[in-house]
């Protein structure tokens, strides 16, 4: 399978991501950018979830319909022609990094796929809704990956 670049010039993959993009900050998404979408990808689909959390994978932005002739998005807007889903907060849209106070880092992946076709999902889709519509048919993807800790 081929690989998407994925990047922010907020954070490097595997540091820290930066307060203004947690709750306890401005709470805006980062900006990102991605190359090497391949040329018959119809839609893309933006996951960025935290495994770590206490409750299981918890959900911070879930964005799916996204042009795939796209190269990015600024910090804190939708990505183009993106449809913004409910995170794991309840909300639409970004919703930050607001691990428990005293654990460890929590890890939050950023993951972008490259599909042939539209995927169809639920509203209030989970990651684990999303990895399985996407993992099978998937063209591509790639995975950022920041860190947070309170």
Same mark, same amino acid.
């Given at each position: 399978?081929?690989? &998407?670049? *994925?990047?922010?010039?907020?954070?490097?993959?595997?540091?820290? &991501?930066?307060?203004?993009?947690?709750?306890?900050?401005?709470?805006?998404?980062?900006? *990102?950018?991605?190359?090497?979408?391949?040329?018959?990808? +119809?839609?893309?689909? =933006? =996951?960025?979830?935290?495994?770590?959390?206490?409750? %299981?994978?918890?959900?911070? /932005?879930?964005?799916?319909? &996204?042009?795939?002739?796209?190269?990015?998005?600024? +910090?804190? $807007?939708?990505?183009?022609?993106?449809?913004?889903? $409910?995170?794991?907060? %309840?909300?639409?849209? /970004?919703?930050?990094?607001?691990?428990?106070?005293?654990?460890? +880092?929590?890890?939050?992946?950023?993951? =972008?796929? +490259?599909?042939?076709?539209? @995927?169809? *999902?639920?509203?209030?889709?989970?990651?684990?809704?999303?990895?399985?519509? @996407?993992?099978?048919?998937? *063209?591509? %993807?790639?995975? =950022?990956?920041?860190?947070?800790?309170?």
């Amino acid at each position: 399978m081929a690989g &998407i670049e *994925l990047k922010s010039s907020a954070f490097n993959d595997g540091s820290f &991501i930066p307060r203004r993009y947690a709750k306890e900050g401005e709470d805006v998404s980062p900006d *990102l950018t991605w190359s090497g979408v391949p040329d018959d990808a +119809a839609e893309l689909v =933006l =996951l960025c979830e935290d495994p770590d959390a206490p409750s %299981g994978t918890f959900v911070h /932005w879930l964005v799916t319909g &996204i042009d795939p002739t796209s190269d990015g998005v600024a +910090a804190g $807007r939708t990505p183009p022609g993106g449809r913004e889903r $409910r995170n794991g907060y %309840g909300g639409t849209g /970004w919703g930050g990094p607001n691990p428990p106070a005293g654990d460890r +880092a929590h890890r939050y992946f950023f993951r =972008l796929f +490259a599909l042939p076709e539209p @995927v169809s *999902l639920p509203d209030g889709a989970t990651a684990a809704d999303v990895h399985a519509a @996407v993992d099978e048919r998937r *063209l591509a %993807g790639g995975t =950022l990956m920041g860190l947070y800790q309170r």
